[in-house]
């Protein structure tokens, strides 16, 4: 064992009462219990002194104490439900002075994963460590490691239930200890790879890798089982559809409900009826206006930010969700980008030449976007795309577009939907829409207009997921048509992965437009690609005034300069995550999947709502609204995920959301959800024509 002169315990986490597989931690892997399993992989760890088996009284668990008597482990028994209770008097117990933390359902559990854990909590700067905060590892290779002091200060103050029973969850959440999180050096998706126990297929999927990695006794590495997932996919689709955090999510059903609070907008109220006589719809942006939030419940202007929280103008504080239409990545008044635009403040805002932090911006995008050789910047996502499209026009010497996904306020796309008014019909005929997924529809429009379609326009990703190489497949036919393929990355830039859902699912494009979350809320879009038609831009007008001010631009920087040192994407894909599956667990729990469900990739999700013939419910989601803004959630349907959504945020929203989801049941059962609106309910913006 390596020197360290330290106590450092080991306290596996057992009992037989599972709900969805009960006695499945002395369940056989071959030929041995799984516990034994767990013990016998920990114990390879260099620096764990001790190893202890934290089970309850309750008797059901009699048969691990036999089992940790047969092969002389330590034991300790205590409260059933109170875990945080057991956990402290295990560890006072054996006198630990360093707690690392296992659950007996990782018979995957990793050695040299949980001394590398160890280690960083042995640099000494932090009460808590652990390499689940942010999953980059497969769930079920989980090691919490902290001082007892902590455990002890947590066993203190922990009231709620659910801390109790899920031991560190104060810890990480009550925002009093210094926490931090080990990456995976090679991450992973943690929803394709659910190594812990939790169902018989999670069982099974393990036996299968023991089968072929578990050789005369000896314990396999992390590397052996992604090599082996690597080489055998198909092992790992055994359990694919397991969900992760399942019994954190049970027991936040069944805590107390929230009570919603008193909310007083009258200010708000106010400056609508004065504003809404000076600027024609109240708002600059339709889905800012008050159409969009429900009037007599939910506040009309907001004051100020910090974090995740915003606050309204009567002073009601409010968790943020939509984060300025999915502008804000890293929080509200982020410091870094403040302070970054409050030094560049102090040189100036925009020049008579262009400022050097033009080419410096520029450099970092090519580096990180695969398709990136060149940039140009605009203000708005809108100004990117349509300048993609002038260039993909000059560039092909065709006028007409096929484009898929939403795109801009301007006239040869808003063309396609049903706010209109005052675009010619010469401009609508140029711009023909195919569905996504449906290659098909693709297909025709290029059969249709043989040598006329300049460009292929499209989200790469909403909420639904490409299907079939739908990607690459719309790549092959474009080009095999002579037409240029342009990325609409302005929701997925900076959010899927720092180079953008080309990178995350590889399908490069010619161009790309990137806008929103790129400057944490300032006003900066680009447009990057290949440098063979970039190059076309020294002709192509797309010039103005406040291009390449330098107040965004230094945003931009700062902002991406934070993405990639915190790895704020990783972090925005876990607490995604969480809302998502705790949502639709809830849902399956009430029954209620008819009528609503959490969807799309982890960073942006959107709740859906139905009436029980499938059609789109405003009333059911202005209901869902009302109910949030009198509990502090500021909900729009959409979840943009920022890096100041602590895992305190994600708690608080899943109880209320659970709350509110309680009491769409009861509307929807008694036939009650227009009467128990308190307001006029939210309205489409538009619909696609
Ligand atoms: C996918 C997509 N493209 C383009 C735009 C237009 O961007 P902007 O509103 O910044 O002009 C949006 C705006 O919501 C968008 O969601």
């Known amino acids: ?228 997932l690597n080489g055998y996919p198909e092992i790992k689709n055994i359990n694919s559809n397991s969900l992760l955090d399942e019994g954190y999510y049970r027991s936040l059903m069944g805590t107390q409900t929230i009570k919603p609070k008193k909310i007083k907008i009258s200010n708000s109220l106010k400056l609508k009826r004065k504003v809404s006589k000076l600027i024609p719809g109240c708002s600059q942006t339709f889905s800012k206006g008050p159409t969009q939030f429900f009037q007599g419940v939910a506040p009309v202007f907001l004051e100020k930010g910090k974090g995740s929280h915003v606050w309204d103008v009567d002073g009601n504080e409010y968790i943020d969700y939509a984060m300025a239409l999915g502008t804000i990545i890293l929080g509200h008044n982020y410091p870094t980008v403040t302070e970054a635009v409050k030094k560049i403040l102090e040189k100036g805002t925009t020049f008579t030449l262009p400022h050097r932090l033009e080419g410096d911006l520029a450099e970092i995008l090519c580096e990180i976007i695969p398709c990136a050789e060149m940039v140009r910047f605009g203000k708005n996502g809108s100004d990117a795309i349509s300048d993609a499209v002038r260039v993909a026009r000059a560039y092909t010497g065709r006028d007409k577009i096929a484009c898929c996904g939403y795109h801009g306020w301007h006239d040869w796309y808003i063309a396609t939907t049903t706010r209109n008014k005052g675009i010619p019909e010469e401009v609508k005929k140029l711009t023909l829409t195919f569905e996504y997924n449906k290659i098909e529809t693709l297909e025709k429009i290029f059969e249709e207009n043989k040598n006329q379609i300049a460009c292929v326009i499209m989200e790469p990703v909403g909420v639904e997921e490409p299907k079939d190489n739908f990607l690459q497949k719309v790549k092959e036919l474009t080009h095999k048509n002579g037409a240029i393929l342009i990325f609409d990355e302005v929701v997925t830039g900076f959010r899927f992965s720092l180079g953008g859902a080309q990178e995350y699912f590889n399908v490069i494009p010619d161009l790309a437009c990137f806008g929103k979350a790129m400057a944490n809320g300032y006003p900066i879009s680009a447009i990057v690609g290949k440098k063979e038609i970039m190059k076309l831009f020294e002709e192509v007008f797309f010039s103005f005034t406040f291009g390449g001010e330098i107040v965004s631009i230094a945003a931009a920087i700062a902002t991406i300069k934070e993405l990639k040192e915190k790895k704020v994407i990783e972090y925005i894909w876990e ?64 979840h943009n995920i920022c890096f100041s959504h602590t895992n305190k945020d994600i708690d608080y929203t899943l109880r209320v959301y659970r709350t509110v989801l309680e009491i769409i049941k009861d509307a929807i059962e008694r036939n009650k959800v227009r009467e128990l609106l308190e307001g006029e309910p939210v309205e489409p913006v538009f619909r696609r024509a």
């Open 575 to 638: 607490q995604g995550r969480k809302l998502k599956d705790g949502y639709n667990l809830f849902v399956k729990e009430l029954g209620l999947e008819k009528y609503t469900q959490c969807i799309g990739y982890p960073p942006r999700t959107v709740i859906t709502f139905k009436d029980k013939d499938g059609n789109e419910d405003l009333l059911l989601k202005s209901l869902f609204q009302q109910e949030c803004i009198k509990r502090g959630i500021l909900f729009t349907g959409v």
């Open 1 to 228: 064992m390596a020197k360290i002169k330290k106590n450092i315990v080991a306290i596996i986490q057992a009992r037989m009462g599972s709900t969805r597989l009960p006695g499945k931690v002395l369940m056989e892997i071959c030929g041995k219990p799984l516990l034994w399993h767990v013990v016998n992989r920990v114990s390879y760890s260099k620096y764990i002194s001790q190893i202890v088996i934290a089970t309850s009284t309750n008797p059901k668990d009699d048969e691990i104490e036999k089992f940790a008597k047969k092969y002389n482990i330590n034991i300790f028994r205590g409260s059933e439900n109170d875990c945080l209770d057991r956990y402290y008097k295990a560890a006072k117990k054996y006198k630990a002075d360093v707690v690392v933390r296992i659950t007996a359902d990782c018979p995957l559990i990793c050695p040299e994963i949980i001394d590398k854990v160890i280690l960083e909590y042995i640099k000494g700067k932090f009460d808590y460590v652990a390499n689940s905060i942010i999953h980059t590892y497969p769930n079920g290779v989980d090691v919490e490691v902290f001082s007892f002091e902590t455990l002890k200060k947590a066993w203190k103050e922990a009231k709620d239930p659910v801390e109790r029973e899920h031991v560190t969850v104060y810890i990480r959440n009550s925002g009093k200890f210094k926490i931090k999180n080990v990456f995976n050096d090679k991450p992973v998706n943690p929803q394709g790879y659910k190594w812990s126990v939790d169902r018989i297929e999670d069982l099974e999927f393990v036996r299968e890798v023991y089968k072929h990695l578990y050789k005369d006794n000896k314990i396999f590495s992390y590397d052996d089982i992604m090599d082996l």
